[in-house]
């Protein structure tokens, strides 16, 4: 059984995130290959990054005790879906820095996003996508991008993403792979040579 950690890349008040976490959350329940976790950034009160020392200099070693908390939780997991909106064409601030708030405990694990936004949040997760390669994970290819006219349709006229049949696919094939790449790199870190 793998350990996902969904993680929810916005903490403003009034956040939509909510609904694609809700929605997430609902399409893992049949799935019996992986546990799904959320990792709410509202709850770890991560300090943007204030460590003496960059780290990959430090070897991955925090000092900061709430990066600490973050990096046990990182360290648990197996794979990542990361939630997103797009704020200013990119990541949001507080997802880019709670990826810079750990470091060893990213390596060799696979993650997903799900964007939401104008454009399903395209910008944002092409963005997310070449953070993780730096952090030496996998960002796999199925991604789920809920644009503006589903945002419009759950925000302004109170349908469900559920209701949306392309976007339940995308969720799938976006569960299937982060499987098959969760269990390859499991069976990776685990071998001598990793
Ligand atoms: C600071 C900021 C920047 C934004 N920039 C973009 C953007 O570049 N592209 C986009 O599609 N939406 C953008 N939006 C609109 C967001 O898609 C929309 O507010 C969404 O609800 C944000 O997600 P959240 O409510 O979960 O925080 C921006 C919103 C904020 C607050």
């Given at each position: 059984m793998l350990n996902i950690a969904l993680i929810v890349g916005s903490t403003r008040p009034?956040?939509?995130?909510d609904r694609p976490k809700d929605w997430i959350l609902d399409g893992a329940?049949?799935?019996?290959e992986f546990a799904l976790q959320v990792l709410d950034l509202r709850d770890f009160k991560?300090?943007?990054?204030?460590?003496?020392?960059?780290p990959s200099f430090a070897k991955g070693?925090?000092?900061n005790p709430a990066a600490k908390a973050w990096g046990l939780r990182i360290a648990a997991a197996d794979g990542f879906i990361a939630l997103t909106p797009e704020y200013h064409h990119a990541l949001p601030a507080v997802l880019k820095n709670a990826f810079e708030s750990?470091?060893?405990?990213?390596?060799?694990k696979p993650i997903a996003f799900v964007g939401y936004g104008g454009v399903g949040a395209a910008r944002a997760v092409e963005n997310g996508r070449t953070v993780a390669v730096e952090l030496q994970m996998a960002p796999i290819r199925a991604a789920v991008h809920i644009g503006l006219e589903p945002f419009l349709g759950v925000v302004?006229?109170?349908?469900?993403?559920?209701?949306?049949d392309y976007l339940n696919q995308a969720r799938t094939a976006m569960f299937d792979q982060l499987v098959w790449w969760g269990n390859a790199l499991k069976a990776a870190r685990a071998a001598p040579a990793a």
């Open positions: 009034n956040r939509f995130a329940k049949t799935r019996t991560l300090p943007f990054f204030e460590e003496p020392m960059p070693v925090f000092t750990a470091y060893l405990e990213w390596i060799a302004r006229d109170g349908k469900k993403l559920d209701s949306y």
